[in-house]
């Protein structure tokens, strides 16, 4: 996903043989330091973005969820009636 607009900077320490193996495999790929960075690091984080955003259950809380998805629902009169008026995305 990329998005136009200004870039901004963030800068890394990294020892001289980190840097120089980098710089190899950034140019052995034709490509500069910041693009082979860039490249290999935003999948890794937005994968762990994504994985951040689960929820995790444990065996207990699943079967607690699993058995609510089992009950009969609740009379809700409010929604029932709610439900009976036209829809606003249909036309008339």
């Known amino acids: 996903m990329s998005t136009a607009g200004p870039s901004t900077r963030i800068d ?3 020892d001289a043989h980190k840097k120089s193996v980098i710089s190899r495999a950034a140019a052995l ?3 500069n ?3 082979f960075i860039i490249e290999r690091v935003f999948p890794e984080a ?3 973005v994504a994985e951040g955003n689960r929820t995790r259950l444990s065996k207990e809380e699943w079967e607690r969820f ?3 998805l089992d009950e009969t629902p609740k009379d809700l009169p409010e ?3 709610l439900m009976q008026e036209p829809s606003i ?3 008339s």
Do not use: N, S
């Open 33 to 35: 330091i910041t693009q």
């Open 89 to 91: 995305f249909v036309k």
């Open 46 to 48: 937005e994968r762990i």
């Open 79 to 81: 929604l029932r009636r």
């Open 12 to 14: 890394l320490r990294v």
């Open 66 to 68: 699993h058995a609510k």
């Open 29 to 31: 790929l034709g490509v």
